[in-house]
């Protein structure tokens, strides 16, 4: 679920770089929005649009440059908007002030912090390796099919895990495999290329699976159309699972193998928790997963809110003891604070008037599915060099300024197109860890990353139309 590109730098490269050289370039980022915000701001507009506006800029020249990591980039933003927002003096405080930062409270939030937990259950009492293990023996021995077992397996666990961890899950099962076959096979590429991609492409399928869709169901939210989990599921998994067997199809055409069946390699359990990674703890963590999506699927038949179902995987966990007081340093912070950061940034470009500004001055094309195509293009390439759910965070409020009429088309196509990024080693984390390997080049990331980023989102566009015509919303 976490998926940022500083995450994804940190895990390729395994180095800071020394804060004072990231001073200069702080200072040029802001120059560059200040001088763009002087630019194109107007006198027609209120002062909480013009310095909405650079807000706007300066966020996205942050998320871009990581000047300062992603989730710094939030905080910013709720302070701006509480501090400057109505006038740059200090002492005047925004009258909206609770709304901006009652965003890190919001149910979103509450819906990913459950995620979370469930992770965290899963990964502590290694229910998702043995899971991973028994799934994969059943997809026999040819090459082709073990591929798509394994991206299979690792799609379905990055709509409910960090994919992150299941990228690392996943590499650390592959590697007894890969270290029996010739290492120049194609076919060894084509397993690290497949499990990056479907563990990137998987988390489309639920709201928790990447911050990207809990920013579009927010933004969806705010505008007031019915649409939850249930929904979410029911566009997202289809299309993640219809992505990563195109991409298999891919895979399985450029990388051709020699070998006519492959044997699966048990290489033993590592017993991080020894106390936890118990049956009993494995049989709590698969009956709080059962009972917490249960609830989440069903959630318009017993009425009981998404975000309220989320504190029982929370409750469960910790009273059961799977999950201690010492694994909260576990969870993802940063990433719940780049979400509500991203929540809040889109609230000040409604609430201030710099949408309906936007709109105004930029041409808006008559043709509604050009407009998404372009806007899931731009969110695809922003996602290969940000985070991804920084890119989210600026284009879908922004998207739906200039598509107000089809908010929810607009905030699914560009959510899902922000996990078509794949060309780069440091555009995701699984892609860093999938390099970090060392069975991957560079350029070995470029043909899948090209062919995703471009095909994705007019797929993406394709089925969500579809989709969404089976399924009344």
């Known amino acids: 679920m976490a998926d940022s590109r500083f995450a994804a730098i940190r895990l390729y490269i395994r180095k800071r770089w020394p804060f004072p050289k990231k001073i200069p370039l702080l200072l040029i980022v802001f120059l560059i929005s200040l001088f763009l915000s002087n630019l194109f701001g107007s006198e027609e507009i209120s002062v909480q649009a013009n310095h909405a506006l650079f807000l706007l800029l300066f ?54 912090l459950g995620g979370f937990f469930l992770a965290m259950g899963a990964q502590i009492t290694q229910f ?24 299979l397996v690792t799609g379905l666990l990055s709509m409910f895990m960090s994919n992150t961890a299941t990228t690392a899950m996943m590499v650390t099962i592959l590697i007894p495999i890969v270290n029996d076959l010739d290492k120049d096979d194609p076919f060894v590429k084509a397993l690290f290329l497949g499990v990056a991609a ?27 159309v019915n649409f ?34 492959i044997e699966l390699s048990d290489n033993g359990d590592h017993h991080a928790y020894p ?48 999950v201690l007081a010492e694994d909260l340093r576990l969870v993802p912070w940063d990433t719940l604070i780049l979400v509500a950061g991203g929540l809040t940034l889109g609230i000040v470009i409604s609430d201030s008037g710099l949408a309906d500004f936007l709109v105004g001055k930029i041409p808006v094309l008559d043709n ?31 998207g739906a300024s200039f598509l107000p009429d089809h908010v929810l088309m607009v905030a699914v196509v560009i959510g899902l197109s922000a996990s078509t990024a ?17 069975f991957l080049k560079q350029s070995d990331f470029r043909f ?19 989709l969404m015509s089976f399924w009344p919303m």
């Not at 195109?246 to 193998?257: D, G, M, P, Q, V």
């Not at 990674?277 to 009956?287: A, K, L, P």
Request: proline share 6%; charged share 5%; with cysteine.
């Open 59 to 112: 966020a996205a020249g942050l998320w871009i440059t990581e000047a300062i990591p992603p989730f710094a980039v939030s905080i910013l933003i709720i302070g701006f908007s509480i501090y400057f927002l109505d006038d740059i003096q200090f002492s005047v405080i925004s009258k909206d002030w609770q709304k901006y930062i009652s965003t890190w409270s919001s149910p979103i939030i509450w819906i990913l």
């Open 128 to 151: 998702d390796r043995k899971f991973s293990r028994y799934v994969l023996q059943r997809f026999g021995t040819n090459p082709y099919i073990i591929l798509l077992g394994c991206m």
């Open 198 to 224: 479907a563990a990137t492409v998987g988390g489309m399928g639920t709201v928790i699976g990447s911050p990207p869709n809990a920013i579009a169901l927010g933004v969806i939210q705010n505008n007031g």
């Open 228 to 261: 939850g989990f249930l929904e979410w599921m029911m566009i997202g998994m289809p299309v993640a699972m219809i992505l990563i067997f195109l991409i298999w199809l891919l895979l399985k055409s450029f990388y051709r193998t020699k070998y006519q069946s």
């Open 275 to 322: 106390n936890r990674n118990t049956v009993s703890s494995r049989r709590i963590v698969v009956i709080t997963f059962m009972l917490t999506i249960g609830l989440w699927l069903t959630s318009p038949l017993h009425n009981i809110p998404v975000a309220l179902v989320s504190f029982l995987p929370i409750l469960i966990l910790t009273v059961s003891g799977v």
């Open 368 to 398: 509604i599915y050009v407009m998404l195509i372009i806007l899931g293009l731009l969110t695809a390439t922003l996602s290969n060099i940000m985070s991804n759910t920084a890119a989210a965070s600026v284009l879908i409020p922004v």
């Open 422 to 438: 794949l060309f780069l080693p440091i555009s995701t984390p699984p892609n860093a860890i999938a390099y970090s390997s060392g």
């Open 448 to 466: 899948v990353g090209l062919v995703a980023g471009l095909a994705g989102p007019v797929i993406i566009l394709v089925l969500t139309e579809v």
